[in-house]
């Protein structure tokens, strides 16, 4: 069956992690613990303060805990654009499985190993920062696949971005992470941006990775609109990925690698 090809794809990438062992992955989860300690006392001092938003301080540390935690499942990059700048994607179309389906695998591989080795000590641990990680609903979870879903189906069309800019790889990447950083509220909520600018953003499809999980998961927002506008971007971004990227193809030129 497909399916177990897909699994053992997934296994694989998982494993692939960690051939150069442990240890070797610990530098990165320092440096998101020691990017997530001052952003926990910064918030903490501002609300603390006085300063008015639409968020309580619970609310607000608990976004940011998880959004640290779940960093690399509400913003979603594929193996993809370094595939196609190596020149290793070649290499999937000789292969009995979907390219689509390829990539899912590999990237959902890639991502079990921090939840395993990151994110879920980092729950367990969650008491120290006196943070509370209880979910307001559990929609956050359909939130969730659906903000993975269209993380993929985003980047398939940035690498066709990428595919017909040919030797502007860096750019795209820069391009994308910018916008994502911005208009994903994956850092700051759109929740507290001012004169209601949070209210015209959640309708753009970059809103619908991050910033629309942890409205759900702090209780920011109902779950049924977010969920709705992630349904609808889903469809349309999906739609044109396929179409872009099968496009593209006719245009791939490999280089490197």
């Given at each position: 069956?497909n399916?177990?090809?897909?699994?053992?794809?997934?296994t694989?990438?998982?494993?692939?992690q960690?051939n150069?062992?442990?240890?070797?992955?610990?530098?990165?989860?320092?440096?998101?613990?020691?990017?997530?300690?001052?952003?926990i006392?910064?918030?903490?001092?501002?609300?603390?303060s006085?300063?008015?938003?639409?968020?309580s301080?619970?609310?607000?540390?608990?976004?940011?805990?998880?959004?640290?935690?779940?960093?690399?499942?509400?913003?979603?990059r594929?193996?993809?654009?370094?595939?196609?700048?190596?020149?290793?994607?070649i290499?999937?179309?000789?292969?009995?499985?979907?390219?689509?389906?390829?990539?899912?695998?590999?990237?959902?591989?890639?991502?079990?190993?921090?939840?395993?080795?990151?994110?879920?000590?980092?729950?367990?641990?969650?008491?120290?920062?006196?943070?509370?990680?209880?979910?307001?609903?559990?929609?956050?979870?359909?939130?969730?696949?659906?903000?993975?879903?269209?993380?993929?189906?985003?980047?398939?069309?940035?690498?066709?971005?990428?595919?017909?800019?040919?030797?502007?790889?860096?750019?795209?990447?820069?391009?994308?992470?910018?916008?994502?950083?911005?208009?994903?509220g994956?850092?700051i909520?759109?929740?507290i941006?001012?004169?209601?600018?949070?209210?015209?953003?959640?309708?753009?499809?970059f809103?619908?990775?991050?910033?629309?999980?942890?409205?759900?998961?702090?209780?920011?927002?109902?779950?049924?609109?977010?969920?709705?506008?992630?349904?609808?971007?889903?469809?349309?971004?999906?739609?044109?990925?396929?179409?872009?990227?099968?496009?593209?193809?006719?245009?791939m030129?490999?280089?490197?690698?």
């Amino acid at each position: 069956m497909n399916l177990k090809k897909y699994c053992k794809t997934a296994t694989m990438t998982a494993k692939a992690q960690t051939n150069a062992g442990v240890f070797y992955l610990l530098p990165n989860y320092i440096l998101k613990i020691v990017y997530l300690i001052p952003l926990i006392f910064l918030w903490r001092t501002l609300m603390t303060s006085g300063v008015k938003t639409d968020m309580s301080l619970k609310q607000m540390l608990s976004y940011t805990y998880m959004s640290t935690l779940l960093g690399g499942l509400l913003v979603v990059r594929t193996p993809l654009g370094n595939w196609i700048y190596e020149g290793l994607i070649i290499g999937l179309y000789q292969r009995p499985l979907s390219i689509y389906g390829h990539i899912v695998a590999q990237t959902i591989g890639t991502s079990l190993v921090d939840l395993l080795l990151f994110t879920l000590p980092m729950l367990i641990l969650s008491p120290l920062f006196a943070v509370t990680i209880t979910p307001d609903s559990w929609w956050f979870l359909v939130s969730l696949i659906l903000c993975i879903s269209l993380g993929i189906a985003m980047d398939f069309i940035f690498a066709c971005i990428q595919i017909r800019m040919i030797n502007a790889s860096w750019l795209v990447y820069n391009i994308r992470n910018a916008i994502v950083l911005v208009f994903s509220g994956s850092v700051i909520p759109l929740a507290i941006l001012p004169w209601g600018l949070g209210n015209i953003l959640i309708y753009q499809p970059f809103a619908s990775l991050g910033g629309a999980t942890l409205a759900i998961y702090t209780g920011i927002s109902e779950p049924f609109k977010p969920i709705m506008i992630q349904v609808i971007w889903n469809i349309v971004l999906w739609i044109l990925a396929i179409l872009f990227f099968k496009k593209s193809q006719e245009r791939m030129i490999s280089h490197g690698g």
